[in-house]
């Protein structure tokens, strides 16, 4: 009587668990996330003879990787292969059908496997999909890909596999006809594992299934601040593409209108000493923004003008703020040369390798008169600085 109730009472808490809501932010590094299976097809001729429990129907499985800040889905896709792409055009192709999201989390025991695991997953990124579900080293299945990459921890076991469908006793038809197609026989017994049996490791916990109405609220906004964007409210678009860029940092949309915004207000503003503290300011929040070549072109002109500016008042510590942010920006540019033509670029850096020059720091002279001379091979007089502070050294 003590075993019944306590297998009702599992039977219970296993029921009400697998309701629970989590949030996407409640997700941690290394987390798994198994895809509710659906009733037809493919998806459903894999639950039908691997669901153990009425309460786990999975029919996929991935790894989950938060990179900086960035969340990142590392999975085998029937359509794609073994792939690494952003956790919201994971959610974005899953949320079509409406499918169970949950996330399930390894024990502490086994939560020291996950970095390797990781490392791992990246190495058979590129192998293509195995229709067979015959295990082999060359192409990979969802639950295969998983089992694999935590097996050196056996966190996962395999199994037998079986095709029969539980309530006729015989072969499932959809796998009959799928492996006619192949032309092979239906691997029966053969070795294997399968989202619904991962689920079901002593070795990984529930935590919840994705919440997606904060998803779906997040979408809104981001539409709202692209219509806005397309009628010309910038100022008002911002507020709300940025909330949704704070969601998902990998969105080229949400991207390219805030790189938008960014040069705008660039157009705008004509003090260089606050266009130069913006894109800084943007450079903090949005680091994809100075990959701009627009942006690079008004950063590297309101250095030159405020490093010249500075440079005038003898006011070297400044120049050498400017200079420094030239340089960085020159050094990151893919094409740099589009940017030496620039007004005053060559006598900033001439000048102010003659000051440090002068100052008798010949070492740090000498690499500015190196950088000059790399940006403006024909400048005579940055060649000749160049070869007296190479002599200083010697």
Known sequence: MKKFLFGMFCLLFIQQGYGQQIDYRDIKNGDLIFVGAEKENLSGAINRVTQQSKDIAFDHVALLEIDNDSLFVLHASGKKGTVRESFWDFVRNQKKDSQQLAIFRLTEEYATSIPTAIQQAKKLLGKPYNYTYVLNDSSLYCSDYIERIFRTRNVFTLQPMTFVNPETGTTDAHWKTFYEKQGMEI??????????????????????????????????????????????????????????????????????????????????????????????????????????????RVLLMESIKLGMAAFDQNNFEIVERYYRTITTTLSRSRSSEQFVGLANLDHLIYNYGLHTFYAKDFKKANRIFAVGNRYFPSDVAMKKMLTLSKQKLQ
Request: proline share 5%; aromatic share 10%.
């Open 187 to 296: 691997p029966e017994g053969k070795l294997g594992c399968n989202p619904n049996g991962l689920a079901q490791s002593p070795h990984v916990s529930f935590i919840g299934n994705i919440n997606l109405a904060t998803h779906d609220s997040l979408l809104a906004l981001r539409d709202s601040a692209i219509l806005l964007f397309h009628t010309l409210n910038l100022e008002e678009a911002e507020g709300p593409i940025a909330q949704y860029y704070a969601f998902d940092q990998q969105d080229t949309i949400t991207q390219n209108i805030l790189r938008e915004i960014c040069i705008s207000n660039l157009k705008k503003q004509k003090d260089p000493y606050i266009n130069y503290k913006s894109i800084l300011a943007w450079e903090t929040k949005y680091p994809f923004t100075l990959n701009n070549a627009d942006i690079q």
